[in-house]
């Protein structure tokens, strides 16, 4: 009796305590609770990931992906003008669907472009704000990749292939759509009916995420209506304590109006957020190659795109500052990344092959830039600290005024064996001789500083 007691309350605690730990883990479906949530550490380790934009938008390819609104929505003069001189009249945009066939879409060749770009994540459009769904949505009848166009699982035949080279895949998912009649009709209430995100949202979000388990969400398109109106908060603490993916998955921040820069996981703000201090959240900058859309334009020029040393210069400050930097390419309607596009990513890989070791899984350091003998910016891990260096060197003696030099510094140029002679300058920072000159297509190098007092 008394042992089957004993027994019996120790079960009892052990049980208790197990209840205890479980529920005390648990978020609940608020913003307070949620921010509290600490972000998974691959994110902040990946710092470089691709974004990419494909739908039906990608079948005119004019303007940018906001082509159905520009042209029925905003009614803009360029984009009717355009449709008038290029098709029947009476043609409607649904009517693209089929013409986005995705001949040569090769998920493989995607990956493969992915991982030499040196990119550690690859978040993919699974519906733009066009609605249309790049997987079998059971909501999205016949406005979506399998029932129409490529008659294809554009979402998971790009997740399985970039997860053969262990790439984290994201999605990108649009709260809104612009000609929903469940949305509009949501609209005319002033958000009071839900009837849009009961039937069509939250069903979609869920379906997601149990079906293609993504490492992150990028969310977008909540800034028609409060995130009250989304469910968003009940959505991630579904997320957060109960999905697939609770431990893994990180989200950004737009789950609502006025809920960017504010809540969620890491912050993107503004579209090309760009902070000019160091920020106290984890952040993301997301930019486009080519500068004037995220979806592939038949009509975009060499001189719209940023050109190599521009985007380096981008990630290294982004990097500096602690921001993820997420770089987004369109393909075309058929398949293919533009060989311009292609360029630009191998090109990046091949200075991220030298440079790399300044850019994954470092720190912000003490300081984040300096006007040294040409602009610098700074990146450490552990007591390790790296100076980036953004214009190919015109002379072969460099100051750096920051750094604190001991008698154990060590300064190396990255992808070069030997160390580099240095001299103390007389209050801090140092002189250095380069014995020879880096001079790289990206115009940036990298002086590794170890063993600083
Ligand atoms: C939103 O969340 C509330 C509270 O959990 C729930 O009662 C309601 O049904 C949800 N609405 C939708 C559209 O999911
Ligand atoms: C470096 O100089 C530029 C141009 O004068 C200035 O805008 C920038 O703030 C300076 N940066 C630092 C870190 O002092």
Same mark, same amino acid.
């Given at each position: 009796?008394?042992?089957?007691?004993?027994?019996?309350?120790?079960?009892?605690?052990?049980?208790?305590?197990?209840?205890?730990?479980?529920?005390?883990?648990?978020?609940?479906?608020?913003?307070?609770?949620?921010?509290?949530?600490?972000?998974?550490?691959?994110?902040?380790?990946?710092?470089?990931?691709?974004?990419?934009?494909?739908?039906?938008?990608?079948?005119?390819?004019?303007?940018?992906?906001?082509?159905?609104?520009?042209?029925?929505?905003?009614?803009?003069?360029?984009?009717?003008?355009?449709?008038?001189?290029?098709?029947?009249?009476?043609?409607?945009?649904?009517?693209?669907?089929?013409?986005?066939?995705?001949?040569?879409?090769?998920?493989?060749?995607? $990956?493969? =472009?992915?991982?030499? &770009?040196?990119? @550690?994540? *690859?978040?993919?459009?699974?519906?733009?704000?066009?609605?249309? /769904?790049?997987?079998?949505?059971?909501?999205?009848?016949?406005?979506?990749?399998?029932?129409?166009?490529?008659?294809?699982?554009?979402?998971?035949?790009?997740?399985?292939?970039?997860?053969?080279?262990?790439?984290?895949?994201?999605?990108?998912?649009?709260?809104?759509?612009?000609?929903?009649?469940?949305?509009?009709?949501?609209?005319?209430?002033?958000?009071?009916?839900?009837?849009?995100?009961?039937?069509?949202?939250?069903?979609?979000?869920?379906?997601?995420?149990?079906?293609?388990?993504?490492?992150?969400?990028?969310?977008?398109?909540?800034?028609?209506?409060?995130?009250?109106?989304?469910?968003?908060?009940?959505?991630? $603490?579904? =997320?957060?304590?109960? &999905?697939?993916? @609770?431990? *893994?998955?990180?989200?950004?921040?737009?789950?609502?109006?006025? /809920?960017?820069?504010?809540?969620?996981?890491?912050?993107?703000?503004?579209?090309?957020?760009?902070?000019?201090?160091?920020?106290?959240?984890?952040?993301?900058?997301?930019?486009?190659?080519?500068?004037?859309?995220?979806?592939?334009?038949?009509?975009?020029?060499?001189?719209?795109?940023?050109?190599?040393?521009?985007?380096?210069?981008?990630?290294?400050?982004?990097?500096?500052?602690?921001?993820?930097?997420?770089?987004?390419?369109?393909?075309?309607?058929?398949?293919?990344?533009?060989?311009?596009?292609?360029?630009?990513?191998?090109?990046?890989?091949?200075?991220?092959?030298?440079?790399?070791?300044?850019?994954?899984?470092?720190?912000?350091?003490?300081?984040?830039?300096?006007?040294?003998? *040409?602009?610098?910016?700074?990146?450490?891990?552990?007591?390790?600290?790296?100076?980036?260096?953004?214009?190919?060197?015109?002379?072969?003696?460099?100051?750096?005024?920051?750094?604190?030099?001991?008698?154990?510094?060590?300064?190396?140029?990255?992808?070069?064996?030997?160390?580099?002679?240095?001299?103390?300058?007389?209050?801090?920072?140092?002189?250095?001789?380069?014995?020879?000159?880096?001079?790289?297509?990206?115009?940036?190098?990298?002086?590794?500083?170890?063993?600083?007092?």
């Amino acid at each position: 009796m008394n042992v089957l007691q004993y027994g019996g309350s120790a079960l009892l605690l052990i049980w208790t305590l197990f209840f205890v730990s479980v529920s005390s883990d648990r978020y609940t479906p608020d913003w307070k609770s949620l921010d509290a949530r600490p972000l998974p550490p691959w994110y902040d380790e990946a710092k470089f990931g691709l974004f990419v934009h494909w739908g039906v938008f990608s079948v005119p390819a004019f303007g940018s992906e906001w082509f159905w609104w520009n042209w029925k929505g905003a009614m803009s003069p360029d984009y009717i003008l355009f449709m008038a001189k290029n098709y029947p009249p009476g043609f409607t945009y649904p009517e693209f669907a089929p013409m986005f066939n995705a001949q040569f879409f090769e998920p493989d060749q995607w $990956a493969e =472009l992915f991982e030499a &770009s040196g990119a @550690k994540y *690859v978040v993919f459009t699974t519906k733009h704000h066009e609605g249309f /769904t790049n997987w079998k949505s059971p909501t999205s009848w016949n406005w979506n990749s399998v029932d129409t166009g490529p008659h294809r699982d554009l979402v998971g035949d790009l997740g399985a292939a970039i997860r053969k080279r262990s790439l984290h895949y994201g999605l990108y998912h649009s709260l809104l759509e612009w000609f929903n009649p469940l949305y509009q009709q949501d609209q005319q209430s002033g958000f009071k009916t839900q009837d849009f995100v009961y039937y069509k949202t939250m069903p979609e979000l869920y379906d997601l995420v149990t079906r293609y388990k993504p490492e992150l969400i990028w969310s977008d398109g909540d800034w028609g209506a409060p995130d009250t109106y989304w469910n968003s908060t009940e959505f991630l $603490a579904w =997320l957060y304590n109960d &999905s697939p993916v @609770k431990d *893994v998955i990180v989200v950004n921040d737009r789950w609502g109006d006025g /809920t960017y820069c504010k809540h969620g996981g890491y912050y993107n703000c503004a579209d090309k957020f760009t902070p000019s201090t160091l920020p106290d959240h984890k952040w993301e900058k997301c930019n486009s190659i080519d500068t004037h859309s995220w979806g592939y334009r038949r009509n975009m020029r060499l001189s719209d795109m940023m050109d190599l040393p521009s985007i380096i210069k981008d990630l290294v400050f982004t990097v500096a500052y602690g921001g993820n930097y997420l770089l987004n390419v369109g393909p075309t309607s058929d398949g293919m990344i533009p060989t311009t596009f292609e360029e630009r990513l191998r090109d990046i890989g091949a200075w991220l092959k030298v440079n790399g070791e300044a850019i994954y899984a470092t720190k912000p350091w003490r300081v984040q830039a300096e006007n040294a003998t *040409v602009p610098v910016w700074y990146t450490s891990k552990g007591s390790t600290v790296y100076a980036i260096f953004l214009t190919n060197p015109q002379q072969s003696s460099f100051q750096l005024f920051t750094p604190l030099t001991s008698e154990k510094t060590v300064v190396t140029l990255l992808g070069s064996p030997n160390p580099i002679k240095w001299a103390p300058m007389h209050t801090s920072g140092l002189t250095m001789l380069l014995p020879e000159l880096p001079c790289t297509p990206a115009g940036a190098w990298t002086i590794k500083l170890d063993g600083l007092a």
